[in-house]
């Protein structure tokens, strides 16, 4: 079993599953390049980058079609690493998944106009508003490898994931809302959806019983 961490997270966001589904898997966990103690990032990586580090990581370890569970960031990688070859990945449990092209509403098209307009005349020392906190925390290629993966949209994608696949979100998840959750159910022809109840985007840290469960079954189920 392979797990891939968030965006500005690290594999020890998952210390509430790896004890418990390494008594049923042999697991892996790793940092992805930029994050945790994995820091450091000579170019921009793009999202196929990062496919290519996972690909190599399980090369050099030997590891044949794990299931894998992924959050958030982990899902974009895992859900284009299974577009492309399938037969990579056994089972897919995507939580919190990213990816999908978002919708917007009014206030935000307003924003990313008057972002536009206001950029021509202003340096972007005086836009910083315009900029979440975290985007401003990260290093200058960091910045550009951020801006490569989420201007990367993969709706076109989900018809080719063949794999078993278990869509898991919490219901109150603000950053990948249920709406992302639907979509990838619709997208992913073998897949199943379950909502956690009072939980939000780290569900699987807020309700890791109920998580843990409905992942095991999932897993073991033939």
Known sequence: ????????????????QIPFFSEYFDTYAFDLKGFGENKGMDYPYSLSDYVNEVREYMYKRGI???????HSFGGRIALKAAAENGGVFDKLVLTGSAGL????GFKYKVKTKTFKILSRFLPK???KGFYSKDYLSLS?????SFCKIVNEHLDGV??????????VFGENDKETPLYMAERLHKGIENSELVVIKNAAHFCFID????????VKEFLLRK
């Open 158 to 167: 989900l018809p080719y994931v063949k794999n078993r696949t278990l869509i």
């Open 101 to 104: 092209k978002p919708e917007r």
């Open 125 to 127: 020392s005086a836009l």
């Open 140 to 144: 200058p290629v960091m910045k550009e």
């Open 64 to 70: 044949v079609k794990p299931h894998v569970i992924a």
């Open 207 to 214: 309700k890791p019983l109920k998580f843990n469960g409905e």
């Open 1 to 16: 079993m392979l797990f891939l961490h968030g965006y500005l997270s690290c594999k020890e966001s998952f210390s509430l």
